[in-house]
């Protein structure tokens, strides 16, 4: 069932690295000693070398954020209820949340996904209706989804992508919603990383010691259901995953297809990059992960995959807060790369030879 959806994702090919040297030498030209604006330099040679241009511009930004709800609740995982999800999709669409205060502040869209909610929006205007199922199985339990709902998921996402090409977007952001999310991130983290849960499970929300310890156990024990059927990233996410997670995996490996540079958010956006990645190595080529999350277990699961975030600024709200913050130095990076004068055309003397 999962084959066609298998080989759409041959079309990912690395980043050319003649277009990384041409993009970094032009950056060694300007008025300043080579590399000295480091993570600036690598954003802008990075994006130069995916959409494949000496001539770099940012019209459009759009932040996609995917929202569900998660059977694992029902565990006692959260400190906060499942009604919460539908409540802050509207506050999205309302323009009241962080990562719309934030995507304001960086001129970008935010476009907001019901792909797996517990709640009928009916026809909310401005939601991006895809709903698979009212929320994923309780995975301790049963499956999160089925293969049929995981490729649907996966669908969303890529297609989401395409169309993003479509309309001329030039980057995108990822963000999620979704009470008790951190559990199947965790999850898949530990299942893909070969990491203890007791080093990728924090206290999400803001649970206390002891919940902590239960929600370690409800993911352990929920490894150990499935543990003969984790044989491949696509049976992690559909065993142990999450619907939100699934979409921003299809739009990470779509985007990647297009050649669109994605910035990934956080601890629930990292784990649906995660699973990307080893879908297809390839696609590590076209992200960029935002920020270091406080949710205990992301610095460890960050050094497993070998991955510097950008930022590190104690958050672990999701949305596609971090996100929004790191386009933020993408307009840095390439007004520098455009505009600072090259040492020939400020008259400034180059390094000695």
């Keep these: 069932m999962l084959d066609a959806f298998k080989t759409k994702l041959n079309s990912i090919e690395p980043i050319k690295q003649e277009l990384l ?19 600036l330099e690598e954003i802008a040679a990075r994006y130069c070398a995916i959409h494949e241009t000496q001539y770099p511009a940012i019209h459009k930004k ?18 906060f209820p499942s009604s919460v999800t539908p409540q802050m999709v509207l506050n999205f669409i309302g323009g009241g949340a962080a990562v719309n205060v934030l995507a304001r502040t960086v ?32 995975f301790l339990k049963e499956d999160a989804m089925s293969e049929n709902e995981l490729l649907q998921a996966l669908e969303t996402g890529f297609s989401l992508a395409l169309d993003a090409k479509k309309n001329n977007t030039d980057l995108i952001g990822t963000g999620d919603m979704g009470i008790g999310n951190t559990t199947p991130s965790s999850a898949i983290y530990s299942a893909l990383l070969n990491l203890p849960v007791q080093t990728t499970t924090g206290k999400g929300t803001g649970i206390d010691n002891k919940a902590l310890e239960h929600k370690v156990k409800v993911i352990q024990d929920a490894l150990e259901f499935h543990k003969n059927e984790l044989s491949d990233p696509y049976s992690v996410l559909q065993k142990v ?5 699934a979409g921003i995996c299809g739009l ?11 910035i990934v958010d956080g601890f629930i956006s990292g784990a649906a990059a995660c699973v990307a990645m080893q879908m297809n190595s390839q696609v590590k080529d076209y992200l960029f992960f935002s920020h270091l999350s406080a949710e205990q277990g992301h610095q460890a699961v960050m050094q497993a995959m070998d991955i510097s975030p950008l ?37 400034v003397d180059g390094k000695n030879d």
Aim: no cysteine.
């Design 311 to 347: 930022l590190s600024l104690d958050m672990r709200l999701g949305e596609g807060t971090g996100a929004a913050i790191a386009m933020g130095l993408f307009d840095a990076a390439i007004n520098i790369y455009n505009e600072m004068a090259t040492f020939a055309s400020a008259g």
């Design 21 to 39: 040297d041409k993009a970094q030498k032009h950056l060694d030209f300007l008025t300043k000693p080579p590399g000295s604006l480091g993570r």
């Design 62 to 79: 759009a932040i996609y954020t995917f929202a569900a709800d998660h059977g694992i609740t029902e565990e006692g995982v959260s400190a």
């Design 107 to 138: 001129n970008a869209t935010v476009k907001v996904v019901d792909i797996g909610v517990d709640h009928d929006f009916e026809k909310v205007k401005g939601l991006i209706h895809k709903k698979v199922r009212n929320g994923s199985g309780n």
């Design 241 to 245: 995953g999450g619907l939100e997670i």
């Design 252 to 262: 990470i490996l779509g985007a990647a297809s297009v050649r669109i540079p994605v």
